[in-house]
């Protein structure tokens, strides 16, 4: 049995305490948080939990075997190392940090005590991701061509960063978790349309070795809510739309054929393949409950979790990148 002590009780703490709850080889015994009110709720949706304000009881604690932080990002960094100092394992909400460099230390600090430093980047659980990774490692899509993504809704304002660490983050954990290949450099426009808020509208060009490039456009300020991206190829081309109650991936038979390659392609004409449509079967199992199991059991068998430090790194590493470019107007950013 892991013991859990879970720091933060806001919007997403209280689907992670129930999936920890839920989960027969965990036991919650710690929810802590500052704010009263959060505190009361706590009380009343988990009898038996001990809740708590200041989270030092959580890392005093010697049965506490790992830390859950779902906190502001501003506090990932000092809440997780004091966590690492108490040899306690960690499961951190997106993003990871506010800096490559406090990701650096993190996961230096985390490989040398020999503990787990796991980060949410629930899209990568889901049943639908999954299937995108299966279908590329069959070779479904060919060549791959681009990646796009529109990631819109109307809010949540997030005080604390802007809406490229709050919702573009999402499609970098995909793409780190899809590819076999790191981005190279990126290119970033947004606008904050609120005096003394974070940008609220921005649009993320990435690029990658092998002529792959992917384009997120992230928006806190739209009348609807979309969450679809367009995964191409040169033999299959894939759209999953998360809001879609049922046929979430959708696979197409459709494309360009060019009959010759070099310079001579400007000179012929391209051929249109316009094949059948197919939606592949996904599991439906809840992401959070699945990454919750892969965590406990990287605990207990001591291997990394798929979305681990080095992922969430490497996804703060495009970040930052891409707020220097916001701040210059698009300049492009090498990695």
Known sequence: MINIGVIGYGYWGPN????????????????ADR??????????????????ANPSVIFQDPAVNAVII?????????????????????????PLTTTVMEAEKLVDEAEKQKLQLHVDHTFTYTGAVRKLKE??????????????????NLGLFQYDVD?????????????????PFQPIAVSAHGIAHFTGRHPNT?????????NFIAH??????????????????????????????TEKVRIYDKGIVCPVKGEQTYSVQLDYRMGDM?????????????????????????THTETDGRAGLETIRVLEAASKSLASRGDLQEL
């Open 16 to 31: 992670l305490v129930r999936n920890f709850m839920s989960d027969p080889n965990a036991c919650v015994k710690y929810i």
């Open 35 to 52: 704010d009263p009110s959060r505190q009361d709720k706590a009380i009343l949706a988990c009898p038996g939990v001990t809740v708590v």
């Open 70 to 94: 779902s906190t502001p990002v501003a506090t990932h960094f000092s809440l997780a190392m004091e966590a690492l100092a108490h040899g306690k394992h960690i499961w951190i909400e997106k």
């Open 135 to 152: 279908l590329y490692e069959a070779n479904t899509f060919g060549d791959l061509y681009y990646y796009d993504s529109t990631r819109i």
């Open 163 to 179: 809406v490229l660490w709050d919702l573009a983050v999402h499609d970098l954990a995909i793409l780190y978790y899809l590819l």
């Open 202 to 210: 921005a649009f993320l060009t990435i690029y990658y070795p092998q």
């Open 216 to 245: 997120i456009n992230a928006s806190w300020l739209s009348p609807v809510k979309v969450r679809k991206l367009i995964l191409a190829g040169s033999a299959k081309m894939a759209v999953y739309d998360d809001i879609e109650p």
């Open 278 to 302: 197919w939606s592949p079967k996904c599991s439906t199992r809840e992401a959070l409950a699945l990454e919750v199991e892969h965590f406990l059991h990287s605990i207990s068998q001591e």
